[in-house]
């Protein structure tokens, strides 16, 4: 006789009365496909823990997001926010949909360049640019974002040397009702600073001031702080006009829509409270379109969105290395991921779905990563099957922020593979190997030698 | 090394019983007629809950399991005793003072 198919036995207190924080999502439904491709065999093939990116869910959400905007307002172009993920073949995606760069070092800056962007379409933000990468910047004719005083400076004296009109546009902060308020890049609205940088980038005539640029805060979750915002860059842009005789032609609304993940210590899921994309559209273009430019001048909006276009598409893949019973009686779940990859951990309840199929039995969960320390915490309550050492998960919506902020911490890094429309796998970046980090280390001579 | 206080839970739990006047239902629902409370458990779960009543010995309830199921003793051996220390910390369990 074949023997059953074996589960970890569960008991689970029922409360009757009380809406279960954890207990009402529908997490624990195997997931066990990502676009035709089998989570099983990709990380049989790909091993474990392993990113999944769905080019398909890339190519969605640009085209929604693009259709949100310009069904709205005639003059749209997105610029893809490098730092949010800048895996070339993920960038490579949002350009063949037509993005530009937006960049914020001159690391990311070259990797767009290498990646083939043509230099005047490259948005270069950031308060950090070296005095070679500006020069780069200008002779390329790319769109300087400017942050501070110093920076202005430079550039003006650069333009000495360089027989070439650089074209900038400012950074400016304010105050859009949300708090806290992002006060530390850019010119500030209120207080006249952007005014102060306006007048000497117009009146030492060494540049072309092009363009205005806002980034009012990120996982903005208030569509209306971004139709304030919008009104107050075209407030800018009309006084400059009517000051100076000079069309802004873009107003740059940065990025920070939220994507549908939860945040921690919301009560309702990110998939219940984030706007969806068409309510950003609607602020930010009726703000502009109501401002009073001439039709001929309406500048052109720019949109630099990352995680509400790249959350959605990512995943990662992973394995229970272990099940432990805390002293408060919880049940701890030992993941082979942790925070060193899954860093947007520390900010949101990530969905967690088994990969494989369970009975609809459930238990409560805290979900550790392997690193060796307290702040390793994956989800400090997780509704799952009861899942055994071997047994594997989908997170999902970790496109955002978790490729580039990962830490080669403990362990390497894992590879990421794109699954693409026909659903085939392609590996776009090689899990690490100890060479990749012995590489960049050098040994002293007097070092080399040890006897134990 | 086992404790000797380690030793004595450990064979506190080897002789557990589960409280006579709970009600189990075929669909796992377990109620404590004492406190009130309700429970749902799984199947294997359910199955362990009914051998326990019928004052099945713990050795024999393994047993048991490994027959029926596709797994290895170990694994076994360590769900068994957390189960039985979540019915323990459910107050599912017997005074094993008065049992023994
Ligand atoms: C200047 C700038 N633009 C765009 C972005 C992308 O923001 P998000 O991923 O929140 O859309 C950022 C992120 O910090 C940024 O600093």
Redesign the interface.
């Known amino acids: 006789m074949a023997?059953?198919?074996?589960?970890?036995?569960?008991?689970?207190?029922?409360n009757?009365g009380t809406m279960n924080k954890f207990g009402t999502r529908t997490e624990y439904r195997p997931h066990t496909e990502i676009d035709g491709a089998k989570v099983e065999a990709l990380m049989k093939e790909f091993g474990s823990p392993l990113f999944v990116i769905s080019e398909k869910t890339i190519r969605d959400k640009f085209n929604d997001a693009n259709r949100a905007f310009k069904t709205r307002y005639p003059k749209v172009q997105f610029a893809w926010s490098y730092k949010t993920n800048y895996i070339a073949a993920v960038c490579n995606v949002y350009h063949q949909l037509g993005s530009w760069s937006e960049v914020v070092s001159g690391f990311e800056y070259n990797k767009a360049l290498k990646s083939g962007v043509p230099g005047n379409k490259i948005i270069f933000n950031g308060p950090d640019k070296t005095v070679e990468e500006l020069k780069l910047a200008i002779e390329n004719s790319s769109l300087i974002h400017i942050d501070h005083l110093d920076e202005l400076y430079t550039i003006i004296e650069l333009t000495n040397e360089i027989k070439k009109r650089p074209k900038v546009a400012i950074r400016v902060n304010m105050d859009t009702g949300i708090y806290p308020m992002w006060d530390r890049f850019g010119f500030n609205y209120e207080n006249g600073q952007a005014w102060d940088a306006i007048n000497k980038i117009v009146l030492t005539d060494k540049m072309d001031l092009v363009g205005l640029h806002c980034h009012i805060g990120t996982f903005m979750l208030a569509p209306s702080a971004y139709g304030v915002a919008a009104a107050k860059l075209s407030e800018l842009a009309l006084a400059i006009r009517k000051k100076y005789g000079k069309t802004i032609q873009y107003l740059d609304m940065g990025g920070g829509f939220a994507s549908k993940n939860t945040l921690k210590g919301s009560f309702l899921p990110g998939t219940d409270t984030t706007p969806p994309i068409d309510d950003y559209a609607e602020a930010i273009t009726t703000s502009i379109l109501n401002a009073g430019f001439l039709e001929e001048e309406l500048p052109t909006l720019y949109l630099e969105t990352g995680r509400a276009l790249i959350d959605e598409a990512g995943y990662l893949l992973g394995t229970v290395i272990s099940?432990k019973?805390l002293s408060d009686?919880r049940k701890a779940t030992i993941m082979d991921f942790g925070v060193n990859i899954l860093f947007t951990a520390f900010w949101y309840d990530h969905k967690i779905t088994p990969a494989q199929e369970f009975?609809h039995?459930t238990e409560n969960s805290v979900m550790y990563g392997p690193l060796c320390m307290n702040i390793d915490v994956v989800r400090e309550n997780v509704t799952l099957p009861?899942m055994?050492?071997g047994d594997h998960v989908v997170v999902h919506t970790v496109g955002a922020y978790n490729m580039t902020q990962w830490m080669q911490f403990i362990s390497l890094r894992p590879a990421v593979v794109m699954v693409d429309l026909q659903g085939k796998a392609h590996l776009i970046r090689k899990r690490e190997t100890l060479s990749n980090i012995d590489a960049s280390e050098e040994m002293p001579g007097y070092l080399k030698e040890f006897k134990l | 090394m086992l404790t000797l206080s380690r030793l004595r839970r450990d064979q506190k739990i080897e002789t557990m019983k589960i409280k006579k006047n709970i009600a189990i239902s075929d669909s796992g629902f377990i109620f404590n007629p004492s406190t009130g409370d309700s429970f749902s458990v799984n199947p294997i779960g359910l199955e362990i809950i009914k051998l326990l009543k019928d004052e099945k010995p713990a050795a024999e309830i393994k047993k048991h399991i490994l027959n029926l199921y596709a797994i290895d003793e170990a694994t076994v051996e360590k769900d068994f005793y957390d189960f039985l220390k979540m019915l323990e910390a459910n107050k599912l369990s017997a005074e094993t003072e008065k049992a023994n």
């Open positions: 023997k059953l198919q074996y589960e970890r036995p569960l008991i689970q207190k029922l009757t099940n019973r009686g009975s039995y009861p055994k050492k």
